[in-house]
């Protein structure tokens, strides 16, 4: 099934990066891994799969050898916006929701990256970004929950489009109620930390389970979605507190609040699948699984939609630093989705009508409905 025809709604993306930092042989192949370890980079990563078909279909699309040095002057040789302009284009983005959070002083910021691409960019509020700024700006508790809540109150009238939350790779998903004694004191912590370096990493459990808690119900109120990472995709992150499975309690005391749990859990995506499955106000985002799964992306998807109702899942790239790897991941993802949806025509499961409508929705429709856009 050729799906090219249809459009992506990018629904969990992050900024590119000036096109300086990405033109070396290692500033270029370290986006290829979510390895932070230059001998990884160097040793390694030529040799997976991601690598490979990078280079030989970026070489394809180049004209060039299907070298990185070849890949990397050939690049160079085009003006990067019209490079970016070309790649987008080909992968049929439509819309980008686009996290910010993620901290570069490389990385666009929101108009430039909306004067940069052909498409529609929204952006996403990162919790615990905001929350870092606001401690370091209040000294008391009081304040900065009265300024966080403020804010995320008004993200929808001030056109946030979604919510995310990276609690998995800071305390883990296992959120619930702290007493506000222990907030209090991470409170005081964090200000130690303000007051010793001039910024905070926050990385304190029951703060950040309560300003967790404090944005769902502005959420909810809100009916915004909030997207939850889940899975791998973060140095920082331990596996075993990403496991979407964690996030029970807050599933179920949160029944109004759409949540989107991110990167299909990896590798978790069959506990996923399940919660997707059960829960109404779960949906299954398949990005950076897509594309870092390659080859094997259409077992999990094949495992997902085996068990998730096909509303319930989303595709999205997850990409960032480089226009290159929005491509990949659209090329890998309708690859995969397209290569599943055939099996289940072929094996009587789905009409070919059911299965494009499926693609459709997964590859933009349901996100469209889900995030108002
Ligand atoms: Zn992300």
């Not at 686009?98 to 052909?118: I, K, N, R, V, W």
């Not at 005391?253 to 919660?275: D, I, M, S």
């Not at 789905?350 to 409508?357: I, K, R, T, V």
């Amino acid at each position: 099934m050729d799906l090219r025809h249809i459009p992506i709604v990018d629904h969990h993306a992050h900024p590119l990066l000036k096109p300086s930092a990405t033109q070396t042989p290692e500033g270029f192949r370290q986006w290829f891994t979510e390895s932070t370890d230059p001998l990884v980079h160097a040793q390694h990563v030529p040799h997976s799969l991601f690598f490979h078909t990078g280079l030989a279909w970026l070489a394809e699309e180049l004209g060039c050898e299907p070298s990185l040095e070849a890949v990397l002057a050939a690049r160079a040789a085009r003006p990067y916006s019209e490079w970016v302009v070309h790649l987008f284009r080909q992968a049929n983005i439509q819309v980008l929701l686009c996290d910010y959070g993620y901290g570069s002083d490389q990385a666009y910021s929101h108009p430039e990256m909306q004067a940069l691409l052909p498409c529609r960019v929204e952006p996403i509020l990162r919790l615990e970004r905001l929350a870092e700024e606001l401690i370091q700006r209040h000294a008391t508790l009081g304040e900065m929950v009265d300024a966080f809540v403020e804010r995320v109150s008004r993200a929808r009238a001030e056109g946030v489009v979604a919510l995310k939350s990276i609690v998995a790779y800071r305390t883990g998903l296992q959120v619930t109620q702290p007493s506000l004694e222990a907030v209090m004191a991470d409170f005081q912590q964090a200000r130690a930390q303000v007051a010793e370096t001039g910024r905070v990493r926050l990385a304190h459990k029951a703060l950040c389970d309560f300003l967790v808690i404090q944005a769902l119900e502005q959420a909810a109120s809100q009916e915004l979605p909030v997207q939850f990472h889940t899975g791998f995709g973060d140095r920082d992150a331990d596996l075993r507190w990403a496991n979407p499975l964690h996030l029970r309690w807050v599933i179920e005391r949160f029944p109004g609040a759409p949540l989107v749990l991110l990167h299909a859990g990896w590798p978790f995506y069959r506990e996923l699948a399940h919660l997707a499955a059960i829960y109404a106000n779960v949906w299954l985002d398949l990005s950076l699984a897509i594309p870092f799964a390659t080859a094997g992306i259409p077992a999990m998807v094949r495992d997902v939609l085996g068990m998730a109702p096909l509303s319930k899942v989303l595709f999205a790239t997850d990409a960032f630093t480089m226009p290159e790897i929005y491509w990949l991941a659209a090329r890998w993802g309708r690859w995969g989705l397209g290569q599943v949806l055939d099996q289940f025509v072929a094996e009587g499961f789905l009409s070919p009508s059911q299965a494009q409508a499926a693609a459709q929705d997964i590859l933009g429709e349901t996100a469209r409905r889900l995030y108002g856009l």
